[in-house]
T-cell receptor, first 113, second 115 residues
Framework: AQTVTQSQPEMSVQEAETVTLSCTYD???????LFWYKQPPSRQMILVIRQEAYKQQNATENRFSVNFQKAAKSFSLKISDSQLGDAAMYFCAYTSSGDKLTFGTGTRLAVRP | DAGITQSPRHKVTETGTPVTLRCHQTENHRYMYWYRQDPGHGLRLIHYSYGVKDTDKGEVSDGYSVSRSKTEDFLLTLESATSSQTSVYFCAISGKGLGANQPQHFGDGTRLSIL
C-alpha cells in the first residue's frame, strides 16, 4: 500500500522568510500525482499545488513551489516570502489510480510577525 | 470555489443512534468521496462513488455505509454511532479519475461528536 510521510509535525517561519516542508512517499507505480493541500483554521481544504510524476519540471504557483525528486520519492513544498495568511496545516497527498488520495499526517506551519 | 455543500456542519449525538451526513454538489462531477480527519492521521478515505449507485470501500469503511441515488448527492450513514467515530468528516468531488487534471475539491467539513 502507498504511504505518505510528513516527518515535521510543526514548523515555524519568520514573516517574509522562506520555509520548506518535507514529504516522502512510498510507491511501486511509475505514473502518479502528488498534491499539497492547505488547511487554515477555518477547516477548509485548499489545493495549493500539484505535480505529475511524468513531468520533470517542478511545479510552481506564485510563492509556492515544489522540489520533486522522483528517484528519492521526495516531494517538498517551498513557501517564499511567507505571509501571516500562510499559517495553516499543510497536507501532502498522493494518488496513482486517480480515484483515491492517500494523505500524510500534516505539518502545522506557524508564521511569526 | 467548487459547489460542495455538507450538512449538517456540526452534530452531537449519542452512542447507538443512527447518523446520516449529506454531501451535495452542483458541479455534475462523477466522483465523490467521504474522508474522516483525526489528529495524527491526516485524512483517511471511508467510501467513494464513481457514479450513481456505484460505490466502493476506502481505507476505513467499517461501521459506515453510503448511498448515491443521484449525481448530486452522496450520503454517509453511521448505522449505530460509536465514540470512535467522533471526527471531522469531509466530502470531496472530482471530475474524473486522474488526479492532476481533475484534482479533488473539498467541502467545508462536518464536525461529528458522539457521546
Amino acid at each position: 500500500a502507498q504511504t505518505v510521510t510528513q516527518s515535521q509535525p510543526e514548523m515555524s517561519v519568520q514573516e517574509a522568510e522562506t520555509v520548506t516542508l518535507s514529504c516522502t512517499y512510498d510507491t511501486s507505480e511509475s505514473d502518479y500525482y502528488l498534491f499539497w493541500y492547505k488547511q487554515p483554521p477555518s477547516r477548509q481544504m485548499i489545493l495549493v499545488i500539484r505535480q505529475e510524476a511524468y513531468k520533470q519540471q517542478n511545479a510552481t504557483e506564485n510563492r509556492f513551489s515544489v522540489n520533486f525528486q522522483k528517484a528519492a520519492k521526495s516531494f517538498s513544498l517551498k513557501i517564499s516570502d511567507s505571509q501571516l495568511g500562510d499559517a495553516a496545516m499543510y497536507f501532502c497527498a498522493y494518488t496513482s489510480s486517480g480515484d483515491k488520495l492517500t494523505f500524510g499526517t500534516g505539518t502545522r506551519l506557524a508564521v511569526r510577525p | 470555489d467548487a459547489g460542495i455543500t455538507q450538512s449538517p456542519r456540526h452534530k452531537v449525538t449519542e452512542t447507538g443512534t443512527p447518523v446520516t451526513l449529506r454531501c451535495h454538489q452542483t458541479e455534475n462531477h462523477r466522483y465523490m468521496y467521504w474522508y474522516r480527519q483525526d489528529p495524527g492521521h491526516g485524512l483517511r478515505l471511508i467510501h467513494y462513488s464513481y457514479g450513481v449507485k456505484d460505490t466502493d470501500k476506502g481505507e476505513v469503511s467499517d461501521g459506515y455505509s453510503v448511498s448515491r441515488s443521484k449525481t448530486e448527492d452522496f450520503l454517509l450513514t453511521l448505522e449505530s454511532a460509536t465514540s470512535s467515530q467522533t471526527s471531522v468528516y469531509f466530502c470531496a468531488i472530482s471530475g474524473k479519475g486522474l488526479g492532476a487534471n481533475q484534482p479533488q475539491h473539498f467541502g467545508d467539513g462536518t464536525r461529528l461528536s458522539i457521546l
